[in-house]
């Protein structure tokens, strides 16, 4: 398996510790090399909190993952990662390349190669006429592309895209479809983390759909999107909470 979650819980403590908020209760997923899952649910439901984890950048606070048979934060699951964070994780003064070039740098990427690699990508994307643009000064389908290019560097075994197609520009669209046919071609697995229906139905082998911190639905698109779209999912799980 390329993912295993068992158990997964995270909470995030609020109100000066006094309280906490739940935001994953009790995950259990698994993940085939290779399979693409689209990781559905409405804002706040935990996708960004189970990729982060599932990326090392947190601990969960009870329950085991293992990425490629390791632990996600041990050197030899790290650089076999790549992750499309929602966030900026790169300061805004920099160049796409140089940031690029950092990103590659962080996965073990060397000298001649690591600029090789840097090129590469920034070609790939449609990035290279604006290589020594600052990312501050960038759009946001731009600095979506960039995400894009920065997943793929080191040629991952896994790759984490969360919310890829937002703010994605007409460009991106179709570079985010022919690097998912690579990456299928290549045996890379994938995890999609979306809130819209469309961006997992076409894109992914299996949809996991997260509610309340705990997995609600998992199966082939086709059948779990036969049980209506996300909101009638949403609404109908909500009906069954007691």
Request: overall charge positive; proline content about 3%; some cysteine.
């Amino acid at each position: 398996m390329a993912l295993e979650l068992a158990g997964v819980a995270k909470c995030y403590a609020r109100w000066f510790g006094l309280a906490r908020t739940d935001v994953l209760r009790g995950v259990d997923l698994g993940v085939a090399r290779g399979a693409r899952l689209g990781l559905a649910g409405p804002n706040g439901s935990g996708k960004s909190t189970l990729l982060r984890l599932v990326a090392g950048v947190e601990a969960p606070d009870a329950g085991t993952i293992r990425v490629l048979g390791c632990a996600p934060r041990a050197a030899a699951a790290a650089d076999r990662v790549g992750w499309l964070s929602d966030d900026a994780l790169f300061p805004a003064d920099m160049s796409i390349r140089a940031a690029l070039k950092l990103a590659g740098s962080i996965h073990g990427l060397r000298g001649r190669e690591l600029s090789r690699r840097a090129d590469e990508r920034l070609e790939r994307v449609g990035l290279r006429a604006h290589a020594r643009q600052t990312l501050g000064r960038s759009s946001r389908g731009m600095l979506r592309r960039f995400g894009i290019a920065q997943a793929w560097i080191h040629d991952p075994d896994l790759v984490l895209l969360d919310e890829p197609t937002a703010g994605l520009d007409a460009e991106g669209f179709v570079v985010l479809h022919e690097i998912l046919d690579e990456a299928r071609a290549a045996g890379t697995t994938v995890v999609i983390a979306s809130h819209a229906a469309s961006d997992l139905a076409e894109r992914c082998d299996q949809v996991a759909v997260l509610l309340d911190g705990r997995i609600a639905e998992h199966g082939l698109p086709a059948d779990v999107f036969a049980r209506g779209g996300l909101l009638e999912i949403y609404r109908r799980h909500a009906r069954a909470a007691p």
